[in-house]
């Protein structure tokens, strides 16, 4: 994640850990862009949009063990075993907003390869952030 202020790597570190434990909380397993670039955040006229970004979701025993693996409430919430409904994204985003205005994040940038999300290696999953540009208010 490239930063364009001077905040700090432990102010990065909390923003991805807190993104990280809000994406396990709905079950969402990665978040890239749909083409050559995404968009998730207020843009410069202070409007929060989402724009081409295609959302995975985890199949529901990901799901639980993720949770597990963060020590978060066995999940309630996501699409958990069903396709995921435009509803689903929306809780995410809105979410998103949130975790945004409380650590001062203005948006995310995906570029064409963007992975924002949990990549299998091996036996481990990791909690991977690439291609992406964070802008900080």
Same mark, same amino acid.
């Given at each position: 994640? $490239? %930063? %364009? /202020?001077s905040r700090t790597d432990d102010h990065q570190t909390q923003f991805a850990n807190a993104l990280k434990q809000l994406m396990v909380a709905h079950g969402l397993g990665s978040v890239r862009a749909r083409g050559d670039s995404g968009f998730l955040g207020l843009t410069p006229a202070g409007k929060f949009e989402t724009t081409d970004l295609a959302f995975k979701f985890m199949a529901p025993d990901e799901h639980l063990a993720a949770a597990q693996a963060l020590g978060l409430p066995a999940p309630q919430i996501g699409p958990s075993g069903r396709s995921a409904r435009p509803q689903d994204m929306e809780r995410f985003v809105r979410a998103t907003g %949130?975790?945004?205005d409380e650590y001062g994040v203005m948006n995310l940038e995906f570029t064409r390869e963007a992975l924002l999300g949990f $990549?299998?290696?091996?036996?481990?999953? /990791?909690?991977?952030?690439?291609?992406?540009t964070l802008t900080l208010r």
């Amino acid at each position: 994640m $490239r %930063q %364009q /202020d001077s905040r700090t790597d432990d102010h990065q570190t909390q923003f991805a850990n807190a993104l990280k434990q809000l994406m396990v909380a709905h079950g969402l397993g990665s978040v890239r862009a749909r083409g050559d670039s995404g968009f998730l955040g207020l843009t410069p006229a202070g409007k929060f949009e989402t724009t081409d970004l295609a959302f995975k979701f985890m199949a529901p025993d990901e799901h639980l063990a993720a949770a597990q693996a963060l020590g978060l409430p066995a999940p309630q919430i996501g699409p958990s075993g069903r396709s995921a409904r435009p509803q689903d994204m929306e809780r995410f985003v809105r979410a998103t907003g %949130q975790l945004f205005d409380e650590y001062g994040v203005m948006n995310l940038e995906f570029t064409r390869e963007a992975l924002l999300g949990f $990549r299998k290696t091996g036996h481990t999953v /990791d909690f991977v952030v690439e291609g992406i540009t964070l802008t900080l208010r």
